[in-house]
């Protein structure tokens, strides 16, 4: 592609554009942000890898916007402001995964998938606001595993749940064990009273 004007030809690449046709850099950065919102459209989490909403007041209107979009819809894809969009609604929650324009939204699935998977494995099969909020950081190092910085590290839920029981294991004072240590305190006193 050229222009002329005022006796100069400029080309694509004197203006800084991709000649026609020409696809966009392959670039492991997939995925622009991954939330969560109750079926109110409200936020209970959100992860965003770039600046393309820079501000929480930018992001919130960018969410109730794809809500209003996709809360009565049947779909699973949505393109709204420039940007690729896969959810899914689990009773009373709408999951999203968000990509550029041009991401191939087989990945974006393979995330969401693999996000909501994992969730039910942890919370059970209730995939509901309650147990998401009981279970909020297992729900952020989920995220972690699947995405980090916006590149895709694992779209296998079942390796995701293995490296979070193994996460699991390596913290020794889980709450089951706080309970049980203060339990056996109880008994060591109730039994130094009792003799």
Not at 73 to 95: C, H, K, N, Q
Not at 103 to 121: A, G, Q, R, W, Y
Not at 161 to 190: C, G, H, W, Y
Request: include cysteine; charged fraction near 25%.
């Amino acid at each position: 592609t050229t222009l002329s004007g005022g006796g100069h030809v400029y080309t694509a690449e004197d203006l800084n554009m991709d000649p026609p046709g020409a696809l966009p850099e392959p670039s492991l950065y997939t995925v622009k942000a991954i939330f969560i919102l109750d079926n109110d459209g409200h936020r209970l989490l959100a992860k965003y890898y770039d600046d393309h909403f820079p501000s929480t007041k930018e992001q919130n209107r960018f969410e109730q916007n794809i809500f209003n979009k996709t809360h009565k819809a049947d779909s699973e894809i949505a393109f709204l402001e420039g940007m690729t969009i896969v959810y899914r609604s689990s009773i009373d929650l709408f999951l999203y995964v968000v990509g550029s324009a041009q991401e191939n939204e087989l990945m974006l699935m393979s995330v969401l998938t693999c996000l909501f998977d994992s969730l039910s494995h942890m919370l059970r099969k209730n995939v509901d606001k309650r147990s998401l909020l009981e279970n909020m950081g297992g729900v952020f190092l989920i995220m972690d595993e699947i995405v980090d910085g916006g590149v895709i590290l694992e779209s296998d839920s079942q390796q995701v749940v293995q490296k979070l029981s193994f996460r699991m294991d390596d913290n020794p004072l889980s709450e089951q064990s706080v309970t049980q240590v203060l339990q056996s305190a109880k008994e060591q006193i109730k039994w130094s009273i009792l003799k």
